[in-house]
């Protein structure tokens, strides 16, 4: 992968995303689809997404955010395109912030 050509999806899913199993739905999925980045949980109830990959992966990632696991409600996400750093090696929860 050249990672000056690939993408890096930014998102903030917002609605009742935390407490629900929704960083292990990304991960699962992320992973799944053979991205790198990390996905996690803000005080302000969001979950924000740094996904990097081939952008067809990314997109259907991007898709999953909006349907989220079965016990979450999702009510908006909100999506910023980049170009990838290339300075992940795999899929990981980060800290709260």
Do not use: C, Y
Not at 40 to 63: I, Y
Not at 79 to 92: L, N
């Amino acid at each position: 992968m050249n990672e000056t050509n690939s993408p890096r999806l930014h998102a903030i899913v917002e609605g009742h995303v935390q407490g629900v199993g929704f960083r292990a739905f990304v991960i699962r999925r992320a992973s799944s689809l053979g991205l790198t980045g990390w996905v996690r949980n803000r005080w302000d109830g969001t979950v924000e997404v740094v996904a990097e990959g081939e952008r067809p992966d990314l997109d259907q990632l991007a898709s999953a955010l909006q349907r989220g696991p079965a016990s979450s409600r999702v009510t908006k996400v909100q999506t910023d395109w980049k170009e990838a750093s290339g300075e992940f090696t795999r899929f990981s929860v980060k800290a709260t912030v």
